[in-house]
Every structure is written in C-alpha cells, then in structure tokens.
C-alpha cells in the first residue's frame, strides 16, 4: 500500500533519517531516505530559474540537516518509491469549531479546482468536495473514469481509416508496386488499400493509453475494477508507442468527438502531466501542480460572477497599453488587470494576490509590495477608474479592510480587501457599490 502524505504550501519535507522519532504536522512532514533524495534529485534536475519547479520547490541545508521548501504550488506529487504528497492551500479558516485543517484546506481546493477555467474539474461534486478519505489523485481518476462512462454510454466512436493489407480477395484499390514485391509468386493473394470503418483512432488510442496508465496508479479496488472493465472494451483499439503524433492529430475542435472533449483533457492531464506545469527527469511519478495565483484568480472571478450578475465582469483584459513607441508607432506593455468590473455608475479595476499581508506593520507597509501599489495607479489612469481593489486571502493577520488615496491625486483610491475563500462575500465591511 502507498504511503500518503500531506503538507500545506510553505511547508517543509525533511529527511527522516536526520531525525530520532520525528512526527507529521501540516507544515513539516518527513520522508524515509530513498522517497527524499527522489524528491531532491527532481528538484535539482528542474531548477533552471524562472521554470515551474523552481518556482514550486526550493532545496536547502541548515545545520547539516537537507530540507525542501514548499512554495506556493498545490496539487500532489508522487515519489518513484509510490509516496504520495499532497500539497494543499494554507487557508485562514477562522471558525474554531472546524480544527481539521487538512481536510478543509482539501475541500477549498478542490472548490478552487473546479472554478477554473478551460480544466476539466468542472465535473466535481459535492461528494468529491466533502471527502476526506479519498486521496486527491483518485478523485481526479474517479472523474476521469465517469468521462469514459459517458463516452461508452454514447459509444465509442469508430472512423474511416485507410489500411493496406494482404489479402486473399480484391478490395478496394490495387496496390501494384506492393502486390509485385509481396505477391510475385503468390497469385490468390492481393495486396491493397481500403477504408475500414475502426475503432483504432488517435482519441481512442490516447484514452486506451490513460487508461492503462492509472491503472498501475490506482490504489482504489473499485477504480481498478472499472478500468479494466474499459479496457475490453477498447480491445480493438492499438496501443500508442508514440504519443505526441496521436496528440498532434486531436488538436482542434471536432464537433463530432465534442463528447470526448473532458476525457480528452482529463488524458492529456495524466500523460503529459498537463496541469499548469512542466518538468523534465524521471525522479517522480507523477506531478500534477497548480499555481495558487492562478487557482485564487479565477475562484474570486467566479465568485464575484455569482455574487454580481448584473456587472459586466472581465477578466485578464486586454484593451489597454502602457505606452507607445513613437518611431514604430506601435503600442507597447500591454497591461492586464486580473478583474475589470462595470457597474451602471463607474469602472472598478482590481487585482487579486496569493499573499498573506498584515495589517499590524502599517511600518512595513502592511507587507503590501510596492510594485503592486505602482501597478494599480498605472491601472487606475489607463481605465479612467477612480477605485482600485487588491484582492488579498483572509488569514489571521488581515481581518480589516485598508484604505489608501494616491498621493495629489484628489479621486485616485485603492483598498486592499480580504477574501474569505469558504464565502461568496469579499469583504463583511465593504461590499461593490
């Protein structure tokens, strides 16, 4: 049986056998020696700067002791000895009746998960949020399966593909140059091309493969047991040696495979390790990791949706440059906020931050980066936007709303606001006018 772990984001994994006896919390956990010197090799292997895994892990020594920081990547990793780490949001719960912090901080990130966009986590139910015993790779692999189940209840689609065989009889078209060096003294057989209506296609091939994949992944006797039953019923289907051409050939929408579309993806996820992070080396099995600026962007974005259809929300827009380069006479640094939301009365502009600020260092400047507060006056000036929002995570040392006026500029605000990830409210003080 695999071993499973979990640690929050910022958290560190040691290594057992530096220590006498030690014990697991959600900020430290410690893995035997061959499961941590797997994890540190792909840690090295992958630490070119500005890559995924760099930004994701961090490998030190303090006191003759190796240790691995976790950064503020979430997701789950698992080492080639079949350890298992799931990596989940430090989240600020705030209630004191729930003190189970690891089986909330699952719960938010699988709700995070499944407001993202373009992902296939959309299909993740309240039986899935509210687990606590199903590891989160098996609940990726749950839905993954129920994709396939819906695509045999439609069926498996098969296509016309052309094949040469030879045969004993004429079918289709006559392949000379091969029947003469295949058949020369052969005269009752004919080598030839024809179109045969097959199951064995590239989006079939690609879901055999994942298929055959989990199942050495699956600790789940009843995932197993589904996997094999789908299985035999792609048996027609010929197993890929190759990926990436199958891969290449599926790009694009078809209408017609439309219904295969979240297995599709759901298959590329668990090939390719296509979650929003690339990583090279064969120190792991599995990595499948998301940044959190990128999982709290588009869960504050869905949440402000719902809590304000009657705003035209965007998100990541577009419509604006920094400047223009005079001797091209081209725009240049085109800016991007993460939220434009327009109301009946004014144009909000805001940005959301993965950080934990504090509200007690008014010296340190609440720990609010300077270039953010540079970002947003750029903002406020190109949207003609008088009030400006930095979306910041709730924790135990920003609980109020902060209130900030750009120097000489009479109309020019910007508030930093807390977001209770477990609420649809951004702010119990503030809400949008």
């Known amino acids: 049986m695999s071993e499973m772990k979990q640690i929050s984001e910022f958290g560190t994994i040691w290594n057992a056998g530096e220590f006498d006896r030690p014990n697991d919390d959600f900020g430290n956990i410690y893995l035997d020696r061959k499961p941590f010197e797997s994890l540190k090799n792909f840690v090295a292997e ?7 895994i760099e930004s ?16 503020n990547y979430v997701g789950v990793i698992e080492t080639r000895q079949g350890v298992f780490i799931e990596i989940l949001p430090k989240i600020y719960n705030g209630t004191a009746e729930n003190n189970n912090e690891v089986n909330y901080s699952r719960k938010i990130l699988l709700s995070m998960l499944r407001c993202l966009k373009k992902s296939p986590f959309k299909t993740l139910d309240q039986a899935h949020l509210n687990s606590t015993r199903m590891p989160i790779l098996e609940i990726f692999i749950s839905l993954f399966l129920n994709e396939i189940d819906l ?10 593909i052309s094949i040469e065989e030879n045969q004993q009889f004429l079918k289709g078209r006559l392949l000379f140059n091969r029947q003469i060096r295949a058949n020369a003294i052969r005269a009752n057989r004919f080598y030839v091309q024809f179109d045969g209506f097959k199951a064995n296609i590239p989006q079939n091939r690609i879901l055999k ?3 055959k994949y989990l199942k050495d992944k699956t600790h789940s006797n009843k995932n197993k047991k589904q996997i094999e039953g789908f299985l035999h019923l792609f048996d027609q289907v010929h197993d890929i040696v190759h990926i990436e051409p199958d891969l290449k050939k599926i790009n694009g929408h078809n209408r017609l495979f439309s219904y295969y579309d979240t297995a599709l993806t ?11 992070t690339s990583y090279k080396g064969k120190h792991l ?3 499948l990791l998301f940044p959190m600026e990128v999982l709290f962007e588009s869960y504050v974005a869905h949440r402000l949706k719902i809590q304000y259809p009657a705003f035209n929300i965007t998100t990541q827009d577009r419509k604006h440059y920094l400047l223009t380069d005079l ?5 240049k640094f085109r800016i991007r906020p993460d939220l434009v939301i327009e109301t009946a009365e004014k144009v909000i502009v805001a940005d959301t931050k993965w950080k934990l600020i504090d509200q007690h260092q008014a010296s340190k400047n609440y720990l609010i980066s300077q270039a953010d507060m540079y970002q947003m006056y750029a903002y406020g000036k190109k949207y003609n936007s008088n009030q400006l929002i930095l979306i910041y995570p709730e924790c135990d040392t920003f609980t109020e709303t902060l209130h900030f006026k750009y120097e000489g500029e009479n109309e020019l605000n910007c508030e930093p606001w807390k977001f209770r990830t477990d609420n649809v409210f951004i702010s119990k003080y503030k809400q949008i006018p």
């Open 46 to 52: 992958n630490n070119d700067p500005g890559s995924e």
């Open 56 to 71: 994701a892990f961090s490998y030190h020594r303090k006191k003759g002791k190796d240790y691995i920081r976790v950064k």
């Open 151 to 160: 695509i045999v209840k439609r069926g498996i689609k098969h296509n016309y």
């Open 209 to 211: 493969a994942t298929l």
């Open 266 to 276: 759901w298959a590329k996820l668990f090939l390719e390790g296509k979650s929003f």
């Open 285 to 287: 099995n599995t990595a």
């Open 327 to 331: 001797q091209m006479n081209r725009k």
